[in-house]
């Protein structure tokens, strides 16, 4: 049986952890800091449970300069559900969001005591603007909106941008932000993005230009970083809402991380008023372990956070702040140097591989290729050979090179490049590449 170290893993979730930070999460698991408790026995409420929560968030401020106090500060949040859940959560806050500042508006202009009123103006208000802005760029962002639209209703939410209808019905490009219809930020109730499609290999390069300087009248900008937190720089700041699951970058799965404006918290509207809309906002109401701003008034701990799976992203986190002086900046310079490496090696055998997403928004995380039939076969042009993907596949194997296959709903092989896939291992693949494509 292969040892630990002789392992190269690529698989796109659960990720693979640095060795050092499970040896140490082994020993928690059994007895933390020798008191005589496993940490996941030990209670949520704890000292100990809370100076565990503390040190996540840290350094997680340290890592993206998150600013935790003042007029631009930011809350940081550790829940369960994961993105999935995060797709829910994320249109009930923003959309009672939306709904709060518009009462207050309205009581302002109608006066106190005119309920009925402010309610039938609301009511219109909603009707006539709500809206929910998608970019549509590969699965999960698609499940995102598909999940708004069964909560609200298909009516409030706007595809900004559908990428397959700039691709021939498949991901894989991000149409130029000119081709985006974004609707009115006044009227929107949020603008949301997966920043890294794992399935379909596509990374938003860079912050859209269209959404900066958005200010607290405007639609929330709600990012989906599951895939790539902690992987490259970022100004917090952009952003209303950021979240991720932590299975890719920061840990295990069973927490996620919510990182929120605090200000919008404030807005958060009484289910009372929200109720009296039903007849046009059927689900706004979020489960209370859904509700941004009970969560962060219980530091987290409204109900039974799993600490030892916070632990073990806190570990990860430090692991960050120690490893790189540049913070993310350092992590972000090796993970590029490992993408590099790997679409370097599948560009120069072009005749073999073939790289899905186009060549602009290639994700540095999920690395998504497919292998061509031989030149000398009889195939049909555009096919792909997928005996050839077989093979690769178990030949990679034989070298401990796992994880590769791609998703199951389009095919082909993905190379995850992870925070805790190594450099070594990265090079290690670009070896097995370089000679399937000589010898196959």
Known sequence: MPSREEISYFGAGPAPLPTPVIEQSAEALVN??????GLSEISHRSPTANKVLADAKSALSTLYDIPLEGDDAYEILFMQGGGTGEFSASVQACVGWWVERRRRRAVAELGEGKDAEVVERVRKEIKEELKLDYLVTGSWSLKASQEAARLIGSNYVNVAVDARKSN????????AESEWNLSDSKKSAMSYWCDNETVDGVEFPKFPDCLKGRTEDDG??????????????????????????????LGIAGITVIIVRKSLLALTPAPTFLQQLSDVLPSAIPPVVFDFATIAKN?????TLPIFNLYVATLVLQSLVSTFAEKVGGQEELANRKASLIYEALDQYSDTYHVVPDKSIRSRMNICFRIKPKADSNAEPGKWDEAREKEFLASAEKKNLMGLKGHRSV???????????SLTSAEKLVAHLVEFAATS
Do not use: C, H, W
């Open 411 to 421: 095919g082909g092989m993905r190379a995850s490049n992870y925070n805790a896939v």
């Open 168 to 175: 021939n019905g498949k991901f894989g490009v991000i149409p």
């Open 32 to 37: 933390f800091e020798n008191t005589g408790l």
């Open 220 to 249: 929330v900008v709600v990012a989906d970083m599951s895939s790539n937190f902690v992987s490259r720089k970022i100004n917090v700041r952009d952003y209303g809402m950021i979240f991720g699951g932590a299975q890719k970058n």
């Open 299 to 303: 530091n987290s701990l409204y109900n």
